[in-house]
């Protein structure tokens, strides 16, 4: 996947694209949270990004939706994904695959409740100059 997810980026793609960063938090990801640029590339009004994010044990994404769709693979660790009515909707272990919707109306959070590190590779595909995330209020969970 992680070959697929390289070939997607930078081989279809032909022109570099300005770095953008995420907006304040209104609930800002956890103590340690690292995003790794790996790769990043723009077509026509698309930006095409690839991250390595790492959320260390006990931390958060903190909530938020993003712009365009993602698609990512856990290297490490296992991820557990809640959707904005404080659901569970997936725990990804090594190897599994994740997509994120775009849109507002698909706030989440992705926490680490192990004891390892969660490693992502993440595709971000957003339009061109969009931050990699939009943070949103907690909606009301007890467990952040």
């Known amino acids: 996947m992680r070959t697929a997810l390289r070939t997607a980026v930078l081989g279809t793609v032909t022109a570099t694209a300005f770095l953008t960063c995420g907006t304040a938090g209104a609930t800002p990801p956890g103590s340690g949270v690292t995003a790794r640029l790996v790769a ?26 993003h712009d365009g769709p993602l698609y990512g693979v856990v290297k490490q660790g296992t991820l557990s994904h809640f959707d904005s009515g404080c659901a569970s909707d997936g725990v990804y272990r090594a190897g599994a695959t994740i997509r994120e919707p775009s849109g507002p109306g698909h706030v989440h959070i992705g ?34």
């Open 40 to 65: 990043q590339r723009t077509v026509g009004g698309t930006d095409y990004t690839l991250r390595e994010i790492t959320i260390p044990p006990g931390q958060s994404t903190g909530w938020h939706y």
């Open 111 to 144: 926490r680490n409740l192990g004891s390892t590190p969660v490693v992502l590779e993440v595709l971000y595909v957003l339009p061109h100059g969009a931050p990699f995330s939009q943070d949103a209020p907690n909606p009301g969970c007890s467990f952040e």
